[in-house]
């Protein structure tokens, strides 16, 4: 099917580049394509390659009847080159290129791929769901290529037609130029004198929408919703508190999360770590992307009208998800809409930098900790905008470096926050590297680092350049959605008061089928899952203790069997892992960037995890601007 599309976008971008004033370009893209399919029908009528490119050349017809004045518009454009002056050498080139861009640009040739985008969608999801994908990506994704390949600047540089303004920032000379001061190890160790408690929320993807006894499966990404009908056998519907399966939770199991955390707990600091939206992904707009963070904020304020909250967005806050424009200020919208609703959280300072960055720091007084939030949105392979430069996104690890000089002088511990974690598959290598060697330098001084989005339980200990040896953990919080097929989930942490450094955590997680199967229960109470330190007979929550049980994942089965429970948030039961499972776990534990990982893993490598790594090529190298 794929060798199909790109036959068919390769001929008419070979016909369309070719085509001179008079000649109807359209008239030859048919002609190709049919001739092509005759000549393959008489060969091999019963193929199934031949059968799609009947389907393709239909198609074609259609896009052609829509667009009858696009061969015109190329004219128009085609004019542009008779008009250049090929000197100065470098004002020419851009001129040129910049032409072609637009080109490039007009509506006929992007109507055409996404007409093919669209039918090859259509193959493995629905309509609905493929035709919100392609209006709102489309643009974006085309738009951003184009940038990509056709950038003036980048192109007449190459030719050698104009100077470089930029350079190559090589990410071993940024590891030498950041641990070139790192001081001797000297991390502070829990004085057991007093603690303080910190809760997390991570990913509650809350539905506004669930309604109970609507179909729990059907052909979109997301069920249990009144467009999906009601089913005559009650146990097929959407229950109650939530249905753990392809939904997302109900609006008042949340709030019933809160009540009973509020007068459980007594929480000194809310972190919540994004992804607030539910995933119909086919109803996708501005309005539909904050609503919920609107309801969460709201709801937490009821239930904590003083504790201090620190909140960050996840990737499916951007509208479209995942896009969030760190180049440009087409996103402004939304950090627009989120400081409107954390303007009580936030001081002033924080909300500065909020509001022009996507990021803050803040410290928390009563503690002496600052807290670092992140837009990890800065990493995310499905953030096209990255594409454009994936050269540190918004200057944010440059500002990371120097917010922790300045705690490291005055030797305040700092928790790092953010929603994507750094060795996820889906963030940059190039970004999680870089991210490693400031965690590598100022191991001293962050204490704790807590990050979402995979939905699931697990950590990944962070490795020193030099030696190998553990200096940091990124602890992942499951999540509060039913969505992934888990239990609705939440995290308490227990930080020593003195030092700032985590002792322990505990999870929470419903037993969802008690309350739904007893109506009489109208008040939800969540169950101690475990407590880290002694769910895996650990000294403590060091990070050579994270490290200490990676390996155990990896040499004793019944830890693997029990981490690997926790992971899935204890909603499936859990026999023993096999070998490709177990290398998995470890691997993913073991290290934190993505590449690290995926060596590790070796020959259990699959097929889709080559593509994940594939994928971190996209943007190119790091460039920085010349001084
Ligand atoms: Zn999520
Ligand atoms: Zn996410």
Redesign the pocket.
Known sequence: MRLNILFLVLSIFAIAHVSVAEVPIFDLAEEALKAKTLELEAWAPSLKFIQELRKIYIEVIKVREQVPDSPTELIEILDLFENIDLKPVCNSCLTFVGAIRKVANKGFVQKLIEKVADYACEKKMSKTVCAEAIQSYGDLVFETLLDRTVDPQRVCQKLAMCPHTRERTRLKDYVKEVLKDKPETNRPKPTNKGTYTVLQLS?PHVDLLYAEGAASSCDQPLCCRPEFGYPSNTSEGAQHWGTIGPCDVPFRTFSQFLQYASSKFDIDMIIWT??NIAHDIWHQSQANQTLSTYEITQEIFKYFPDTPVYPMF???EPYPADQYDTLGNSSSWLIGELSDMWKPWLDEKAMETFKNFSYYSMVNKEQNVKIIALDTQACDTEDFFLIRDPSDPMHELEWLRKELYESEAINQGVFILG??PPGDSVCYDQWSSRYRALIDRFTNTVRGQFF??THHDHFQVVRSFADNSPVGVAIIAPAFTTFSYLKPSFRIIEVDSETNVPVNYYQYRLDLDKYNKNSALTTLEWDLAYGFVEQYGLEDMSFESFDKLADQIKSDKDVARTFQFNHDSGAHSQGYLNARQTQKAYCEAKFSVYEDALKCLGLHAKASDVFKFAKQFLPGKWYSDKC
């Open positions: 990913d994004g992804d996840g990737n499916h929603h994507i979402g989005h």
